[in-house]
């Protein structure tokens, strides 16, 4: 075996050549023109272009699509690579979900540690006032990046939920586009590796929003990133066609929509925002490169001199923040619903008691979906949009907590009257609740436009979302890491340090959320470098320091407990929580072929008072020894 | 019913502990604008919304967590209850009355912000990277720090030279972004003497952070002092008048006076030196360099510094006086 045949290298390498060869062949073309010989950022996004269409086809993700070009029968073939060891297959194309599914997960974990460690290094900064050891282009650069590889982390954990789990938990024996799955996996690698390269050419000053007329302006690092994040969605859009057709298609003979577990609905609603809305974030990117690389006037008021000889109209800048936020706003969604689907997901099972309303948390889903769509307009109350559309925003705003409650009061409904026991996946639902609820309190005063006025862009802002993703996404995606880390590793992780990691970090993030609120209120900006002592606010941000290395140490003792249970934890039995869904009833690690018959429905998910009930009868070959 | 007793009780303890804690005299700055009072008096109603809301999920989780906890040996599932629809009909329906009865109030409110009062005064603000400039067009003055009269209804317009920038007093309470390209508005009325801050809320770049300048909201006699002082300086020497111009038209955030390093070249001692450029070629600083530089800045950009920092506008806004008193200024700086 050869390093080579390491799908990654040989992508990492096609992604260095094209990207020279991108660079090259424009450097070339304007030679031949009697131009200059200079790289102009037009050449440079040539090169990042073919640089990701060379680590694509390096990597081999296009290879089927080659052979069959060419007439060749590709049969999809499963199990570890031939005359390799079995690890390989996770460092290159494979068409096994569940390989899949890993691939995200881990490449999500990585990006979460990247950006988790830039908040920590400008966090530090920001415990007192004046410029410690970063300078204003630094903490700009790190702020922004932290920003979006958080996002790329996000979405990029939901596709590793969604891929691993939809085909287990509807009785699938995979996704229903094996090489698009692959495909949408490895066009996150080289996005990935723009995002966090922006930092090392002249990086970017705008935030995650590249907010037109800046990001026109900023330095090379915003090409890079701008780019990097089209990629990145198109993976969401290729992940969330295959999520569809698959819940569509492929679901266990006997498993009506209604039947299906919580958590394959919450996907369903995510993939119907992410395959209809990542277009306008892709659209509003793009139309800021082509400003950049090609002169083309769409954001800018001020004109080239090239466009003003012809006449050319002038830019609208509201116009990016409008393209902008008509995905960006449903994006929360994207991140947040696969996690609330997870609590309810967990939630009946630690509590052995039925999921309270399940027809109104599966239905509260597609509303917020569906909503979710006609809110952008509540980001740009300060914009200088038209005062009186200021109100059906507000509106339109207000009115998703009410699904939301549903989720929240159905929740704390399936909790009453159970047996509630609480291993650790069970805390981090709790604890998701608990911080979710703080991101869901602060919503109202922000989706009033008055008070808004006053709230947007602070640090009230901040701990706001912050506690928005970490009760959405970040505890639950922990919550499931763990409930389903025996399936995935045949070995259980260590409750010792899965409480500790609890304990240590819902306490620090309620501390860092209030603490955020606090000093927003008190007058801290959002993404500032330092801050005007003047605000009182110093015990507020040590707080707030403490608070996220605390967090970040937890992290670490999550990372340890991962790495040290999967080589040497004790061996799992199949159903360690006696879970009445499918994918607990086959063996722990699941078998490469998961049900080895296709399991028939025969009766509700969440019967967990009914001992007597049965959710799902496997075929004879399929079940689980013990 | 022991434990729904129990629960009731608990929520109402939570409710109000938390509702008194948040409000707003407890978590806001000063109040210092009578547009700003529409924000504090929706806090107070927050206050216990949230308290309340806060109070019924926290209380019945932690109670569900110690009371409906599974005993050691306790195999026994729970309840089998699968839901209630009149129950969450009543969920949806309180909380939609609510949070309508809350957007129709913040309608009613925004409303009320946007009134203007027949005496209010203008006062144009151009903001760029990184500084800020206010005119008084009714008395002829402009300034880079920002003075009003208390009790006087203020119409501000504001005006970006370049990115997007955002106007925010938290005294005052109210913020307004300043979009290149169209002209946003804001009406405050003062009704706190004191000193505050302008602070710039929209992420605008390198020096955003540094984006502030102070507001000092005086009693009327002195305001109109203020005024009269202004005027009254108007008859300067070119020097002086370029020292003027540089600080309202933000040229100090960027050129400091003192030697101290900025994003541009400082001006102390600038004047008749010899300095590198980016190609290595070496120019004197005379006035032709000056004026070269003012009017189109990347065309001899000193070694160490960054092009496309500075707007390519001067030439537009300054008349030819005006560059020569700027000139004039940076000279008096030289050797």
Not at chain 1, 25 to 53: F, H, N, Y
Not at chain 1, 395 to 418: D, E, R, Y
Request: charged share 10%; aromatic share 12%.
């Amino acid at each position: 075996m050869t390093i080579l045949s390491l799908g990654i290298v040989r992508g990492l390498a096609g992604q260095l050549i094209g990207t020279a060869v991108g660079i090259g062949v424009s450097v070339a073309v304007r030679a031949a023109m009697g131009l200059t010989l200079e790289v102009k950022e037009g050449a440079i996004v040539v090169g990042i272009l073919i640089g990701a269409m060379g680590f694509m086809i390096g990597v081999g993700a296009l290879t089927d699509w080659f052979k069959w070009m060419r007439g060749i029968e590709t049969p999809l073939r499963h199990g570890p690579p031939e005359g390799r060891p079995s690890w390989t297959r996770y460092f290159g194309v494979d068409y096994s979900h569940k390989v899949i599914g890993i691939q995200y997960g881990v490449t999500s974990v990585a990006l979460l540690f990247l950006a988790g460690m830039l908040a920590l290094t400008f966090r530090m900064e920001l415990t007192s006032p004046g410029l410690q050891f970063l300078d204003n282009h630094t903490y700009n650069t790190i702020m922004s990046t932290h920003g979006i590889a958080m996002i790329a982390a996000i979405l990029v954990g939901v596709g590793a939920m969604s891929n691993y789990l939809t085909p287990l938990l509807i009785g699938a024996s995979d996704m229903a586009f094996p090489r698009l799955n692959a495909f949408g996996f490895w066009i996150n690698v080289p996005g990935a590796i723009l995002v966090a390269s922006s930092m090392y050419v002249g990086g970017w000053d705008t935030g995650w929003t590249a907010y037109a007329p800046l990001s026109i302006n900023a330095p090379l690092g915003m090409q890079f990133v701008l780019l990097g994040v089209f990629l990145i969605g198109l993976s969401s859009v290729v992940g969330s066609i295959n999520v569809v057709v698959t819940v569509l298609h492929f679901r266990a003979p006997g498993m009506s929509l209604f039947r299906m577990p919580i958590f394959v609905w919450s996907v369903m609603a995510t993939s119907i925002i992410a395959l209809t809305a990542t277009q306008f974030i892709a659209l509003s990117f793009l139309m800021v490169s082509a400003e950049r690389a090609l002169g083309m006037t769409f954001f800018s008021p001020e004109l080239t001199p090239g466009a003003a000889a012809i006449g050319s109209p002038a830019g609208q800048v509201l116009l990016f923040q409008n393209l902008f936020w008509f995905y960006s706003h449903p994006a929360v969604y994207v991140f947040i619903l696969p996690g609330l689907g997870i609590i309810s997901e967990l939630l009946p099972v630690f509590s052995r008691k039925p999921l309270f309303g399940y027809k109104w948390v599966a239905l509260s889903s597609m509303a917020i979906a569906l909503m979710g769509f006609l809110v952008w307009g509540h980001h740009m109350f300060t914009s200088g949009m038209l005062e009186g559309l200021r109100i059906p925003f507000m509106v339109t705003t207000m009115l998703i907590a009410v699904p939301t409650g549903v989720k929240f009061f159905s929740w704390v409904a399936t909790l009453w009257g159970g047996k509630i026991s609480f291993q650790t996946p069970m805390l981090f639902v709790l604890g998701a609740i608990s911080i979710f609820l703080i991101g869901g309190l602060t919503g109202p005063p922000s989706g009033v436009s008055v008070t808004d006025l006053f709230l947007h862009d602070t640090y009230y802002i901040v701990g706001h979302f912050h506690a928005t993703m970490f009760g959405g996404f970040i505890f639950p995606f922990i919550a499931a890491i763990y409930y389903w880390f025996p399936k995935i590793t045949g070995r259980m992780y260590d409750e010792g340090l899965g409480k500790l990691h609890f304990w240590l970090m819902t306490p620090a993030f309620w501390l860092q959320s209030l603490a955020m609120a606090r000093v927003g209120l008190l007058g801290m900006r959002r993404r500032i470098a330092d801050w005007d002592p003047a605000l009182g606010i110093e015990q507020g941000q040590l707080l707030i320091t403490i608070a996220g290395f605390t967090i970040g140490f937890s992290m670490l003792v999550f990372l340890a407990n991962l790495i040290i249970s999967a080589v040497r934890g004790r061996v799992a039995i199949a159903n360690p929580w006696q879970s009445r869904s499918p994918e607990f009833q086959i063996p722990s690690p699941i078998p490469e072929h998961s049900y080895a018959q296709p399991p028939v429905v025969t009766g509700e998910p969440y019967d967990y008072a009914e001992p007597e009930s049965v959710y799902i009868r496997l075929g004879p070959a399929s079940s689980a020894a013990d | 019913m022991r434990h729904l007793l129990a629960v009731v009780i608990l929520i109402a303890i939570v409710t109000a502990a938390v509702g008194l804690l948040l409000g707003p005299e407890n978590i806001l700055p000063t109040l210092a604008s009578e547009e700003g009072a529409y924000v504090d008096q929706l806090f107070s109603i927050y206050a216990f919304v949230i308290a309340f809301f806060f109070a019924l999920i926290i209380v019945i989780m932690l109670y569900s967590a110690v009371v409906f906890r599974r005993k050691k040996g306790d195999d026994e599932p729970g309840a089998n209850v699968h839901g209630n629809s009149v129950l969450e009909i009543v969920w949806s329906v309180i909380p939609l009355g609510i949070v309508l009865l809350l957007a129709g109030l913040g309608a009613v409110y925004l409303g009320d912000t946007l009134e203007a009062e027949a005496d209010e005064m203008v006062v144009e603000v151009t903001a760029a990277q990184w500084s800020w400039r206010f005119d008084y067009p009714e008395f002829g003055v402009s300034s880079s720090e920002l003075y009003l009269p208390n009790g006087r209804q203020v119409l501000f317009e504001f005006n970006s030279l370049d990115v997007i920038h955002s106007f925010w007093v938290p005294e005052f309470r109210l913020k307004q972004d300043i979009v290149p390209g169209i002209t946003t508005t804001l009406r405050l009325k003062p009704t706190l003497s004191g000193s505050y801050t302008v602070r710039c809320a929209e992420l605008c770049g390198l020096n955003h952070a540094n984006m502030l300048t102070p507001v000092t909201v005086m009693e009327p006699a002195e305001f109109d002092a203020w005024i009269a002082a202004q005027i009254d300086s108007r008859a300067l020497s070119p020097a002086d008048r370029g020292k003027q111009l540089a600080e309202l038209n933000g040229c100090v955030a960027c050129h400091s006076s003192d030697g101290s390093p900025s994003v541009g070249p400082s001006w102390l001692a600038l004047f008749g030196s010899e300095e590198i450029l980016e190609d290595g070629t070496e120019v004197l600083v005379d006035e032709d360099y000056l004026l070269k530089s003012i009017l189109d800045p990347n065309a001899q950009i000193v070694d160490g510094f960054l092009p496309n920092l500075m707007p390519k506008i001067y030439g537009d806004t300054f008349s030819q006086t005006e560059i020569d008193a700027l000139i004039a200024y940076i000279r008096s700086l030289g050797n």
